[in-house]
């Protein structure tokens, strides 16, 4: 059973910055490729930023130059450094992880972590 654990949202004003984490947890787990998702109210879950075990990065353009994904392998860990948050960042942020443990690859989904932008 593997196991995502989220955390970092919250309220922030419009300029501002926020982190956020994802650490998956199983037993013979192991990581090829973290990313962050987000859903804002009455729209459809869109990719934020992905990370692949070799390091390599995908953003969406609404993204770009403000937010950084990155990874710690050993750690099973994702980061998104977001900064110069907008209003339309306003969203439920939830950590993707494909991974597999032994020969079987599977994909998991965290709780999700509000993060909201005040103006």
């Known amino acids: 059973q593997v196991q995502l654990v989220e955390s970092g949202g919250g309220l922030v004003q419009a300029g501002g910055s926020l982190r956020l984490s994802c650490t998956a947890s199983g037993r013979f787990f192991s990581s090829d490729a973290m990313g962050w998702y987000r859903q804002a109210t009455g729209k459809p879950r869109e990719l934020v930023a992905t990370?692949?075990?070799?390091?390599?990065?995908n953003y969406a353009d609404s993204v770009k130059g403000r937010f950084t994904i990155s990874g710690d392998n050993a750690k099973n860990t994702v980061y998104l450094q977001m900064n110069s948050l907008k209003p339309e960042d306003t969203a439920i942020y939830y950590c993707n992880v494909r991974g597999r443990v032994f020969a079987v690859t599977s994909e998991y989904w965290g709780q999700g972590t509000q993060v909201t932008v005040s103006s």
């Open positions: 990370i692949t075990r070799g390091g390599v990065t």
